[in-house]
């Protein structure tokens, strides 16, 4: 099994008093309340713990790509991975994911993921992604051409890395003359690419697709709802005449580990309480914003967040419903294990710093993770 330490980057200054009287910390949350200094104190502290996760022994470290947020403050997590890359040696960068129907040219991700994959001599992990309903009202870009834009931008990017330039791309929505790509991704034929998802049921079929079989990630979803994907991705496997290997299946999930439950209780809440019930606040319409996904899909995704971003919940009530692992380490070996054994998970990803949490809580939940957790799931 592979273990990623996954960061969302919060901005843990948020006043969250001053927060809660808007609709949403997304889109609409004043950026009066983001203070320049504490953000860049904030962003040396989450650099520190993927430098330390490095050190620790994860697989690889994953960052992301979110937009006009307190949630995560990664709009551009290329520089992110840049910067990641000049701190550590070892663990794969894995980018979970890159928004594709949001930019006017792939080309520029297909250059940036090559460049990236060649300073890191092979380290890149590329995660593709539409983008949550939210970032289309931060973006001037129409959630009915979601769908279409993601796969041709994805087409567009794969042939950039793998054909012999210059050639030329006439498409639905991207146009050029010239693609001949500078430089060259570093992996042969290309980074691989992983598909972050809440499960919808166009995207399970197009990742589990043989043209593709690309790895598939559930991420902040209820037990119940990532063993149904998962095992929808298997069950489409089958389908197109093959298995679904334990490399191709993924689940992220915030995990703390402490010694006893009492205190992972205790010192997980606020984090746990506060990524859920304050920086997911999303109303309906900017979760899903007309267009963006089918109507099957969308009732499966509601179902999945299973009340993420629209009610307030307890720690408890998460615990209970399998959104969040938290535990002392025989507790959270067992669940992983337990989703292992239903669904054949060859991937975990843990966020490790949630919500508010401060480094020293996030730091010795890293250390517990790695030494108590990870060695026995390998």
Same mark, same amino acid.
Request: hydrophobic share 40%; aromatic share 10%; glycine share 6%.
């Given at each position: 099994?592979?273990?990623?330490?996954?960061?969302?980057?919060?901005? !843990?200054?948020?006043?969250?008093?001053?927060?809660?009287?808007?609709?949403?910390?997304?889109?609409? +949350?004043?950026?009066?309340?983001?203070?320049?200094?504490?953000?860049?104190? %904030?962003?040396? &502290?989450?650099?520190?713990?993927?430098?330390?996760? %490095?050190? +620790?022994?994860?697989? *690889?470290?994953?960052?992301?790509?979110?937009?006009?947020?307190?949630?995560?403050?990664?709009?551009?997590?290329?520089?992110? #991975?840049?910067?990641?890359?000049?701190?550590?040696?070892?663990?794969?960068?894995?980018?979970?994911?890159?928004?594709?129907?949001?930019?006017?040219?792939?080309?520029?991700?297909?250059?940036?993921? @090559?460049? =990236?994959? /060649?300073?890191?001599?092979?380290?890149?992990?590329?995660?593709?992604?539409?983008?949550?309903?939210?970032?289309?009202?931060?973006?001037? $870009?129409?959630? @009915?051409? &979601?769908?279409? !834009?993601?796969?041709?931008?994805? %087409?567009?990017?794969?042939?950039?890395?793998?054909?012999?330039?210059?050639?030329?791309?006439?498409?639905?929505?991207?146009?050029?003359?010239?693609?001949?790509?500078?430089?060259?991704?570093?992996?042969?034929?290309?980074?691989?690419?992983?598909?972050? &998802?809440?499960?919808? #049921?166009?995207?399970?079929?197009?990742?589990?697709?043989?043209? !593709?079989?690309?790895?598939?990630?559930?991420?902040?979803?209820?037990?119940? /709802?990532?063993? !149904?994907?998962?095992?929808?991705?298997?069950?489409?496997?089958?389908?197109?005449?093959?298995?679904?290997?334990?490399?191709?299946? *993924?689940?992220?999930?915030?995990?703390?580990?402490? %010694?006893?439950?009492?205190?992972? $209780?205790?010192?997980?809440?606020? *984090?746990?309480?506060?990524?859920? /019930?304050?920086?997911?606040?999303?109303?309906?319409?900017? +979760?899903?914003?007309?267009?963006?996904?089918?109507?099957?899909?969308?009732?499966?995704?509601?179902?999945?967040?299973?009340? $993420?971003? +629209?009610?307030?919940?307890?720690?408890?009530?998460?615990?209970?419903?399998?959104?969040?692992?938290? *535990?002392?380490?025989?507790?959270?070996?067992?669940?992983?294990?337990?989703?292992?054994?239903?669904? /054949?998970?060859?991937?975990?990803?843990?966020?490790?710093?949630?919500?508010?949490?401060?480094?020293?809580?996030?730091?010795?939940?890293?250390?517990?993770?790695?030494?108590?957790?990870?060695?026995? =799931?390998?």
């Amino acid at each position: 099994m592979q273990h990623i330490y996954f960061t969302l980057m919060p901005y !843990r200054p948020l006043d969250m008093e001053a927060a809660a009287k808007q609709r949403s910390a997304w889109v609409v +949350l004043p950026n009066s309340l983001y203070d320049p200094k504490k953000g860049a104190d %904030d962003y040396e &502290s989450h650099m520190n713990l993927l430098e330390e996760a %490095d050190a +620790l022994g994860f697989d *690889g470290l994953g960052v992301n790509e979110h937009h006009q947020t307190a949630y995560g403050m990664m709009p551009a997590p290329n520089l992110i #991975a840049s910067a990641i890359i000049q701190r550590t040696k070892r663990a794969k960068i894995a980018i979970l994911g890159r928004a594709l129907p949001l930019v006017s040219n792939p080309i520029y991700i297909a250059e940036e993921f @090559a460049m =990236l994959d /060649n300073l890191s001599r092979g380290r890149l992990i590329c995660g593709f992604v539409r983008g949550i309903g939210a970032e289309y009202h931060a973006a001037p $870009i129409n959630p @009915a051409f &979601s769908h279409g !834009r993601f796969h041709e931008a994805h %087409d567009l990017i794969v042939k950039a890395w793998t054909t012999p330039g210059p050639f030329a791309w006439e498409g639905e929505y991207y146009n050029h003359n010239y693609v001949n790509l500078w430089p060259r991704p570093y992996q042969s034929p290309r980074p691989p690419i992983w598909i972050p &998802s809440q499960g919808s #049921a166009e995207t399970i079929d197009w990742a589990a697709h043989p043209d !593709r079989k690309y790895p598939f990630l559930i991420t902040f979803a209820q037990e119940s /709802n990532v063993i !149904r994907n998962l095992n929808a991705y298997r069950e489409k496997a089958r389908e197109y005449g093959y298995e679904a290997s334990s490399e191709q299946l *993924g689940w992220a999930a915030p995990v703390y580990v402490a %010694d006893t439950y009492e205190r992972a $209780i205790e010192e997980a809440r606020a *984090g746990v309480e506060s990524l859920f /019930n304050n920086y997911l606040t999303l109303p309906m319409e900017m +979760l899903m914003p007309p267009g963006y996904t089918s109507l099957s899909s969308m009732k499966k995704t509601m179902a999945a967040r299973a009340g $993420i971003g +629209l009610k307030r919940q307890t720690i408890e009530e998460m615990i209970e419903l399998g959104t969040v692992v938290v *535990g002392t380490p025989t507790m959270v070996r067992d669940k992983i294990q337990k989703m292992r054994d239903a669904t /054949n998970i060859g991937i975990f990803v843990a966020l490790l710093q949630i919500g508010v949490m401060g480094d020293e809580l996030a730091r010795r939940n890293m250390q517990m993770y790695a030494s108590e957790v990870m060695p026995h =799931l390998k």
